[in-house]
């Protein structure tokens, strides 16, 4: 039984952002990622975005889920961020790719309605991370 997930999000999409915005949702070349806060959770989205940290990306990897790739994405803080967390130090993260489907029994998919869907094997995994403020909810 798959589960949507709808991960923190805890900045933005940044100015240095390639999307075309011209398609719904809009297609993204290079992503930004704008911190504006941060709970410590290893997923994040911003939408049509997520991104997830080093160690999450690193066992999704060893697990081998299906649907997902990866790619670089651009990190910075906003002014607020500084102001509010100017001791907090940022993992790497990376921009999380969603290709999967439900034909192919994948483990992460975008649904429909744009929100993440995910395997219960992916959900084991996700859930030996950092998910304090994602919400989960089981669909049939």
């Known amino acids: 039984?798959?589960?949507?997930?709808?991960?923190?999000?805890?900045?933005?999409?940044g100015n240095e952002t390639v999307m075309n915005t011209k398609v719904h949702p809009?297609?993204?070349?290079?992503?930004?990622?704008?911190?504006?806060?941060w709970s410590g959770d290893d997923i994040l989205e911003s939408f049509p975005c997520y991104i997830i940290t080093e160690r999450l990306k690193k066992e999704i990897e060893f697990r081998n889920l299906k649907g997902i790739g990866f790619d670089d994405v651009l990190i910075s803080r906003s002014n607020e961020f500084e102001d509010f967390y100017p001791n907090t130090d940022l993992p790497k993260f990376y921009w999380a790719k969603i290709n999967g489907a439900f034909e192919n029994n994948d483990d992460f998919i975008v649904g429909?309605?744009?929100?993440?869907l995910i395997s219960p094997k992916a959900f084991d995994t996700l859930t030996?991370?950092?998910l304090n403020h994602a919400f989960l909810e089981e669909i049939e």
């Open 128 to 130: 030996l991370f950092n």
């Open 1 to 13: 039984m798959y589960r949507i997930i709808e991960p923190e999000v805890a900045g933005g999409i």
């Open 112 to 116: 429909d309605d744009f929100r993440l």
């Open 26 to 37: 809009p297609i993204i070349d290079k992503l930004h990622y704008e911190f504006a806060g």
